[in-house]
């Protein structure tokens, strides 16, 4: 049996890291390796307590989200205190990570997905983002280069 490998170099893992205290992580789900959708995600990334979504794409852009809640499918809104967006470039290291917070106390994300209101992961179950900043505020230039097309997503349980 084959060994799924994150895409995160060392150094991408260490900025990641540095975001949890230094957590470890482990390895869910690999898009790439599992499929683009939704029902694939959910299988794998369910009731597995905290976890982060590291998306990449071609523009060098690691971004993604952390909730410190569960997956569960139950189509409620989910208040998470603790849940953030994130992004970094590789090319401009030079530049902090960004990190995100939630406008609404009342919710962080929505549970039947990956969906975080204002950057939707595996968008109509594709390679794709929605990116809509509301909830969530930012500038969709330093979170994604507005460059939607993932090249990978995984998802990791941080403990």
Same mark, same amino acid.
């Given at each position: 049996m084959s060994t799924?490998? @994150?895409?995160?170099? %060392?150094k991408q893992k260490k900025k990641l890291c540095s975001l949890f205290s230094n957590a470890n992580l482990s390895l869910l789900f690999k898009a790439s390796v599992h499929g683009y959708n939704t @029902?694939? /995600? =959910?299988? %794998?990334?369910?009731n597995q307590g905290p976890t #982060?979504? #590291?998306? &990449?794409?071609? @523009?060098g &852009? #690691? /971004? !993604?989200?952390f909730t410190s809640k569960n997956y569960a499918q139950t189509g409620q809104n989910v208040v998470d205190d603790k849940a953030f967006l994130f992004s970094f470039n590789d090319?401009?290291?030079?530049?902090g990570t960004l990190r995100v917070l939630s406008g609404d106390p009342q919710y962080a994300f929505?549970?039947?997905?990956?969906? /975080?209101? @204002?950057?939707?992961?595996?968008y109509n179950n594709e390679a794709t983002? =929605?990116?809509?900043? !509301?909830?969530?505020? /930012?500038d969709p230039q330093k979170m994604h280069g507005n460059d939607l097309q993932l090249t990978e997503l995984e998802v990791f349980r941080v403990e």
């Open positions: 799924i490998t @994150s895409r995160l170099t %060392k @029902s694939a /995600f =959910h299988q %794998k990334c369910n #982060v979504i #590291v998306a &990449y794409n071609k @523009s &852009y #690691v /971004f !993604g989200a090319e401009e290291m030079k530049e929505t549970d039947t997905g990956p969906n /975080f209101d @204002s950057l939707v992961f595996l983002i =929605h990116s809509n900043p !509301g909830t969530y505020q /930012f």
